[in-house]
C-alpha cells in the first residue's frame, strides 16, 4: 500500500470505532477498491483500541490455504488470554485469497463465541464481491459489512489542498496524488499498479475469466465510453469478439466489484426492464479517464467535448460511491432523444438530476417528460445556471436527497 498518512474517512473511522467498542460481537468486514485506504483506517482504529492487535496479510505468494487461518487465528487467541478483560484484535487483510476461507473463520469464530473468547475480528478485501460471495455461504449473522469507497472531492481537498480542476482530472487515489506533477510517472502508477494489479490480482486469479484480453478490453470501452449508453450488442462490435452479451455483462459485474467501472440501469417501472436495459458506463475514478486518454492536464481542458465528459463522470463517482455505501440506488433515464443523466432512489424518493457540463449534447425536455411518465421527482441542475459543481461534489449525496 502506498505511505499517505492522512485519515481515510474519519466518519468510517468512527464507525469501525464503534463497532469494536459495542459488548456484541459480529466480524466486522472492510471492503472496498484497492488504494481506497482500507489497511491505513483499520491500523489506525486498532491503534486507537488499545487493544492488543494481530495483523496478517494474504496478499503474500506463500500464502496458499486455510492453515494459514488458524494459524494467525490461534496467535491472536495467544494475545486475547495475555490481555485478560480486554481481550484482543485479530485483522486479517486480503482474505479473500484463501482458499475456503469463509468456511475457516465461520468454525473458529463459533468455536469462540461457545468459550466466550475476548477477540473480536476484522477482515478486509479488496475484491467486494468475491468477499460478499464467502460471507453469504458461510457467514450468515455473523458479520456486519463497511464498504470503503473511493476518496470524494473534499477528502483529496483537505488532504492534498486540491482543486476542483485537479479532482477531476486526477481523480481520488490518494497514493498517486504525491506523482501529479510528474504526469507520465502518475499515468504508469495508476496504469500499472492499480488498472493492472487490480485485474490480475483481484480478478483473473480468483474468479473464471475464460478471455482476460475481453475483460480488459471492456474495462478500456467503459472507460472510453464512460457517461455514455451501450448496447452490449454495440460493445460486441467496438469489441470485435466472438463472445456473448452474457459474458460482456459477467464481465462488467466483476469491473464494478473490483470498483473500477460500472453500468448503470435504465430507470423504469418494473425491475425487469431495467435489467434488460443497456448500460450507461460509469467510471467509479476519474483517473481511470485521464490515464488511458494520453492527455496532459492543459491539453484536457482545452478539449471542452472530453472536459465535459470528465465533469459528467465526476458527478457520477461521487454518485455511485453513495449507492456503494448503500445510500441510494443510482439509474439514468432515455426515452427516445429525452434525456436525464442520473436518477437516484432513496427509499420511495426520486430525485433527476442534470449535469450541464458543456458537452455538445441536446436533451430536450428530458426532466420534465420524465416527471410527466413517473410522477413527481425532485429536480437538480448540477453545473451551468444550477447547484455549482464545486459545492455539489463538497457535500455528500444525502444533502441533497433531503426533503
Request: glycine content about 8%; aromatic content about 8%.
Amino acid at each position: 500500500m502506498s505511505n499517505f498518512s492522512t485519515k481515510p474517512s474519519r466518519s468510517q473511522a468512527r464507525e469501525l470505532t464503534r463497532r469494536l467498542k459495542e459488548p456484541r460481537r459480529f466480524i466486522q468486514v472492510v471492503s472496498g477498491a484497492r488504494q481506497v485506504g482500507k489497511t491505513t483506517l483499520v491500523r489506525q482504529v486498532a491503534a486507537q483500541s488499545g487493544m492488543p492487535t494481530r495483523y496478517a496479510s494474504a496478499d503474500e505468494p506463500t500464502v496458499r490455504g486455510a492453515d494459514w487461518v488458524e494459524q494467525q487465528w490461534e496467535a491472536a487467541r495467544l494475545l486475547a488470554g495475555e490481555a485478560g478483560r480486554k481481550g484482543a484484535l485479530l485483522v486479517l487483510d486480503e482474505v479473500q485469497k484463501i482458499t475456503q476461507w469463509s468456511e475457516t473463520v465461520k468454525r473458529l469464530w463459533d468455536a469462540d463465541t461457545h468459550t466466550g473468547q475476548l477477540l473480536k475480528v476484522i477482515l478486509l478485501g479488496s475484491a467486494p464481491l468475491l468477499v460478499q460471495h464467502g460471507l453469504s455461504e458461510s457467514l450468515a449473522g455473523r458479520f456486519e459489512v463497511l464498504h470503503l469507497p473511493h476518496w470524494s472531492f473534499r477528502e483529496m481537498q483537505e488532504a492534498f489542498g486540491w482543486s476542483l480542476e485537479q479532482y477531476i482530472f486526477y481523480g481520488a487515489y490518494p497514493g498517486a496524488a504525491p506523482l501529479i506533477r510528474q504526469p507520465a510517472r502518475w499515468a504508469r502508477y495508476i496504469l500499472d499498479s492499480l488498472i493492472e494489479t487490480t485485474i490480475s490480482r483481484d480478478v483473473l486469479l480468483l474468479s473464471r475469466v475464460d478471455k482476460p484480453a475481453l475483460l480488459r478490453r471492456v474495462l478500456e470501452i467503459g472507460c472510453v465510453y464512460s457517461g455514455q449508453i451501450l448496447s452490449y450488442t454495440k460493445m460486441l462490435g467496438q469489441l470485435q469478439d466472438a463472445g456473448n452479451t452474457t459474458t460482456l455483462a459477467h464481465y462488467l459485474d466483476l469491473l464494478t466489484g473490483a470498483g473500477l467501472v460500472t453500468g448503470l440501469q435504465k430507470y423504469a417501472g418494473q425491475e425487469a426492464r431495467r435489467r434488460a436495459s443497456s448500460p450507461k458506463f460509469q467510471v467509479l475514478n476519474t483517473a481511470l479517464i485521464t490515464a488511458q486518454s494520453h492527455l496532459t492536464y492543459g491539453e484536457a481542458r482545452k478539449n471542452h467535448e472530453f472536459w465535459g465528459r470528465l465533469v459528467e463522470s465526476a458527478v457520477g463517482v461521487h454518485l455511485a460511491n453513495a449507492a456503494a455505501t448503500g445510500h441510494c440506488t443510482v439509474y439514468y433515464w432515455r426515452d427516445s432523444h429525452r434525456e436525464v443523466d442520473f436518477v437516484v432512489r432513496a427509499g420511495e424518493r426520486l430525485t433527476a438530476i442534470e449535469v450541464k457540463s458543456g458537452r455538445a449534447r441536446h436533451k430536450p425536455a428530458g426532466m420534465v417528460a420524465f416527471s410527466d411518465a413517473f410522477g413527481t421527482a425532485r429536480k437538480l441542475l448540477v453545473g451551468g445556471d444550477g447547484i455549482a459543481v464545486e459545492t455539489f461534489l463538497s457535500k455528500p449525496v444525502t444533502h441533497w436527497l433531503k426533503t
